[in-house]
């Protein structure tokens, strides 16, 4: 079993040896030698003197293999070979912050689409410098030299020279401003199935996940929480559990109790031997049935008006106004999803060590800033006295990015004196989320004498994510509207206007960015109501929704190669039956086809689905297909199962027997098509999940002739 090593001298003299290092601008070169004598350049590659490269990754290994592509890219523009590449996680310094976050932190499908073009030109930079080095060794022009898999060569003398001869040199030279990009034809891994480097140490059992942690005199906390929303630990009699085998301490938090012991489940024993008192007096305590009540009835409201980049109410009212008067008749159809949770399969965990002056911990989280913020405000230290090491995420999905789990072991570990690893059992995972909010959704669609629709109008009622997530740092921005409720508008088809009205109906149900966001509510109103409208047209689903797109664009390339994949023209065999959708979300297009035939009994038997997906340039093909294939069993077991109820507050469901997950049984075939072409990169981590609920629910209508509205599935009798 791996061992991380609480000295922090140890890590960085065993990380830091010496060798070049590149960074995404701007870049500084550093004086001092490293500890194998070699220069550095600090940034994001690292070549020692005997030829290893070391690819530093900004971004956590949730099981996205984002960490490949960032050293695919990189290795292409270095001209490295691939043999020699290795991969590391960069440490939390602005340097690595994602550009466009402006910190570190995994969410957004944001680490290849927002770095992919400054990290081509800091691995082109870092191989200008190498080819100076050595033009400057043989006293030859740096023009008549080139690279070759790690090395720098003089064709016309046929010299060459290994980058890791060529690292002390190199990081003396000046930093190009404007070096040349690999051209395309010689580019060998980007867009290539290359094998990804995390999974090697995954299959051995080396890999360190969080609840792997281990180190000199750790002790482990189980924890157990106020299980209705807002309220107080009140009180708890912990005399009882302290005289059980291992254990070390009880600790007392705002909302919650812990129990320190000398291993896992010794601690999570005398938690559950616990029996503290609650203070609800400040709890809002809502049931399910009343809070959905509440949303169908805001969708009624007016809400606030979201404004697209560069609009005004005004403007976005007066386009759907001028709109209204081409429409002849008007089709509005209402849509309802529940709270979902995340349901990592790696629960909530952190382990902590607080020192006087200074905090460390170990944690799979996807908000590195954040957590190092939290903690440093937690203790009142300067941010620069935190430390926080990211170990691989058994499943992310957007759960990652909230605080409480690492701000519970900072503070269990401060009251113990003592490293602690707190570890969150399944039911406190389902029961203490940060959930996808449930909504409702009321589309109105205004259509012209054919059949078309030229305006919509969406209503939308939910929690407002910016309201609870991240201990509410982005609440200023849920003011006047919550632009994390609205996703992208389906405005690439071709209404004349869109207006959209949110309401946020908050009941303290703490909410977050669960994966795909708001298109796991809005597509599924939008794709669904779209079937209807071809329907009522008399069209076919794919040629209504082909019609609204642009000629020569991108999303009709899509539905072209997804009609053909899936033969749709022809159709399915006799007793099956097909139902389709289209959505675009964080730059990518995605359609879907879903094939499927139901019993007299209403039990659904999945038998394929087709998906194509547009994601601009494919850094690495497979890891896409995995994702693709990966949202599309996470949206089934959504669709499906998945429903977070509430009774008094609390949540109802404590594991995988009452919140249920898709089984292989029921896993239907996956066809999987990316289209090639040399777009800016778009996302592939969650852009599937919003349009196969919608696809799944048009090819139940095809199936039964009912229309489904309302999420879970088994609200409406069916099952799998």
């Known amino acids: 079993m791996s061992v991380i090593q609480l000295r922090r001298r140890c890590l960085l003299q065993g990380g830091l040896a010496g060798g070049l ?103 082109a930079q870092a191989r200008a410098m190498l080819v100076a080095a050595a033009a400057g060794q043989w006293q030859v022009a740096a023009s008549e030299c080139d690279t070759s898999s790690g090395e720098v060569v003089h064709p016309a003398s046929g010299r060459r020279t290994a980058y890791g001869q060529l690292v002390e040199l190199a990081a ?17 891994y980007i867009g290539r199935d290359m094998p990804r480097l995390d999974i090697p140490a995954k299959t051995d059992g080396s890999a360190v996940f969080g609840v792997d942690v281990r180190m000199r005199g750790l002790l482990s906390a189980a924890i157990v929480q106020c299980p209705v929303f807002g309220g107080r630990l009140a009180g708890v009699d912990s005399a009882p559990v302290l005289r059980m085998p291992g254990v070390r301490q009880v600790v007392l938090l705002d909302d919650a109790v812990a129990v320190v012991a000398d291993s896992y489940w010794r601690a999570q024993k005398a938690a559950d031997a616990l029996q503290p008192r609650w203070d609800l007096r400040r709890a809002r305590r809502p049931d399910s049935a009343r809070y959905m009540a509440a949303l169908r009835k805001a969708v009624r409201g007016e809400g606030a008006t979201f404004l697209p980049a560069n609009t005004s109410a005004a403007q976005v009212k007066a386009r759907y106004a001028q709109a209204a008067r081409r429409v002849r008749r008007s089709v509005e159809r209402t849509y309802a999803v529940p709270f979902l949770a995340h349901a990592t399969l790696e629960p909530m965990n952190a382990t902590a060590r607080v020192c006087e002056g200074s905090a460390e911990l170990w944690v799979p989280t996807q908000s590195q800033t954040g957590t190092q913020n939290a903690v440093a405000a937690l203790l009142g230290l300067p941010v620069t006295a935190v430390t926080v090491h990211t170990t691989l995420a058994g499943g992310g999905f957007g759960r990652r990015m909230e605080l409480d789990f690492a701000l519970q072991a900072t503070r269990i570990a401060q009251a113990c004196g003592a490293p602690v690893k707190l570890i969150w059992s399944r039911a406190q995972d389902l029961q203490h989320d940060f959930y996808r909010p449930a909504a409702v959704v009321r589309v109105t669609a205004g259509l012209d004498g054919a059949g078309m629709p030229v305006a919509l109008r969406v209503d939308s009622a939910c929690e407002s994510i910016l309201q609870h997530s991240r201990l509410g740092e982005w609440r200023e921005y849920a003011r006047p509207v919550d632009n994390s409720a609205a996703g992208d508008l389906p405005d690439y088809y071709r209404f004349a206007a869109i207006q959209m009205q949110i309401t946020t109906v908050d009941v303290g149900v703490p909410v977050g960015f669960w994966r795909a966001v708001a298109a796991t509510q809005n597509v599924f109103a939008y794709e669904c109501l779209m079937d209807e409208l071809a329907q009522g047209a008399r069209m076919d689903a794919l040629a209504y929704r082909r019609a609204l797109l642009p000629p020569d664009g991108r999303e009709r390339r899509v539905l072209d190669l997804l009609a053909e994949r899936s033969a749709w023209q022809r159709g399915p065999a006799p007793g099956r039956h097909r139902g389709m959708a289209f959505s675009r979300a964080n730059g990518s297009l995605v359609g879907h086809v879903v094939e499927l035939s139901v019993d007299a009994g209403r039990k659904v038997q999945l038998h394929q689905v087709w998906t194509v997906i547009d994601c601009g340039i494919a850094v690495n093909p497979h890891n896409v297909r995995a994702q693709v294939e990966g949202c599309i069993v996470f949206a089934l077991s959504a669709a499906f199962h998945g429903e977070i109820t509430l009774r008094g507050g609390a949540v109802q469901q404590s594991n995988f027997h009452d919140y249920r997950l898709l089984g292989l049984a029921a896993t239907p075939k996956m066809d999987v098509q990316i289209v090639e072409n040399q777009e800016k990169p778009g996302g592939a981590g969650e852009e599937a999940v919003g349009g196969l609920a919608p696809a799944l629910v048009n090819a139940l209508f095809a199936a039964t002739g009912q229309r489904i509205r309302e999420l879970p599935l088994s609200c409406s009798g069916f099952s799998i």
């Open 21 to 123: 290092m590149v960074a995404v601008a701007p870049l500084r070169a550093s004086a001092t030698a490293g500890d194998a004598g070699g220069q550095e350049l600090q940034g994001w590659v690292r070549i020692t003197r005997d030829g290893s490269v070391t690819v530093l990754s900004n971004t956590s290994e949730i099981g996205q293999g984002t960490g490949t592509a960032i050293a695919q890219i990189l290795a292409d523009e270095l001209d490295l070979d691939w043999r020699r590449v290795s991969l590391a996680m960069a440490p939390l310094e602005k340097r690595y912050f994602n550009p466009h976050w402006e910190e570190y932190g995994t969410y957004g499908s944001g680490g290849v689409a927002y770095q992919m073009e400054p990290l081509r030109r800091a691995g």
């Open 172 to 188: 003396r030279q000046p930093v190009p401003a404007d070096a040349p990009l690999m051209p395309r034809e010689r580019l060998r």
